[in-house]
């Protein structure tokens, strides 16, 4: 596993796949849109690259035997980004894939979600689908991870918990069993000289979407005051964000559908939400750094 680019390297999950991948000797180039935000690790080359500007990704690949992306527009509503779901994960990474295969690149891994069949109509499940369809006929060896919710997708319901009041999307019944994102990272190392061309990820509980913010309740130490949001009132917002923020339309009109369906995938994750959450409420008070979701 010599010399693999990963990127969207500053992200939650990137960092995460940077250093899985030292840890089993690899060589990293890491490559973000901020690389200052990369600390420096031995064995990893961290250099800029920007998604959206092929220019930037001239060279980037030559002498990678593998590269591994995650990235993609932030999945955050407190994000000042606009750019879509359309420009960074499908676009963004097409740029990306065509410097791959001009550089001979053996192995692409790339990010995307489960569900993603039975949520194909929302731009962000979309733009990760028209992405992996192009990555299966680039004629590259090539795997999809697409694991399930990531644990750090539901830091917010925790922060609501603490205030004392948590939301869902619907009648909240609908099934999932998130992944913490360092097994994900697992995941997508071990795909890396694996031959399976989609690996499914989920984590060890399966939680209806309601239990996941009791659950954030009871870590945080308070009574569950839990409401339900019509799905229809969501939609509505996306509608009305899409003229001037598309990447805040599509993480709503995302956010109104994600919760009203099954998302599950085989329990390949070991780590529980509770501890993530007992975690994330021990760490509340230290000041930790906030590390963006998803970089590009």
Not at 103 to 119: E, N, R, T
Request: net charge positive; with cysteine.
């Amino acid at each position: 596993m010599e010399n693999v680019l990963v990127a969207g390297a500053t992200g939650r999950l990137g960092r995460l796949v940077v250093s899985e991948l030292l840890a089993r000797g690899a060589g990293v180039r890491a490559r973000a849109r901020r690389p200052e935000r990369m600390p420096a690790a031995p064995g990893c080359e961290v250099r800029r690259a920007d998604l959206l500007d092929p220019r930037s990704l001239e060279g980037a690949c030559d002498g990678v035997v593998a590269v591994v992306s995650c990235a993609g527009a932030p999945m955050d509503l407190r994000s000042r980004e606009r750019t879509s779901f359309a420009a960074v994960d499908d676009a963004g990474n097409r740029h990306l894939l065509d410097a791959a295969r001009r550089a001979g690149v053996g192995k692409f891994v790339y990010v995307s979600l489960a569900g993603a069949d039975v949520l194909a109509h929302t731009a962000y499940a979309a733009a990760h689908e028209r992405f992996a369809a192009a990555l299966a006929a680039s004629g590259l060896a090539y795997t999809v991870v697409r694991p399930t919710g990531f644990f750090y997708f539901f830091d917010e319901i925790l922060a609501q918990a603490r205030r004392g009041l948590g939301f869902v999307v619907g009648p909240g019944t609908a099934r999932t069993n998130p992944v913490h994102e360092a097994d994900v990272a697992a995941c997508c190392a071990d795909a890396l000289a694996g031959v399976e061309r989609e690996v499914a990820v989920g984590g060890p509980d399966v939680f209806t979407r309601r239990e996941v913010v009791e659950l954030a309740f009871d870590v945080a130490g308070r009574a569950p005051r839990v409401a339900s949001v019509p799905p229809g009132v969501v939609r509505g917002l996306a509608v009305v964000a899409r003229p001037f923020n598309p990447r805040l339309a599509g993480l709503l009109a995302f956010g109104a559908e994600v919760g009203l369906v099954d998302v599950l995938a085989p329990p390949r994750g070991r780590r529980t939400m509770r501890a993530y959450f007992e975690e994330r409420v021990g760490a509340a008070g230290a000041g930790d750094g906030v590390i963006p979701r998803r970089e590009r």
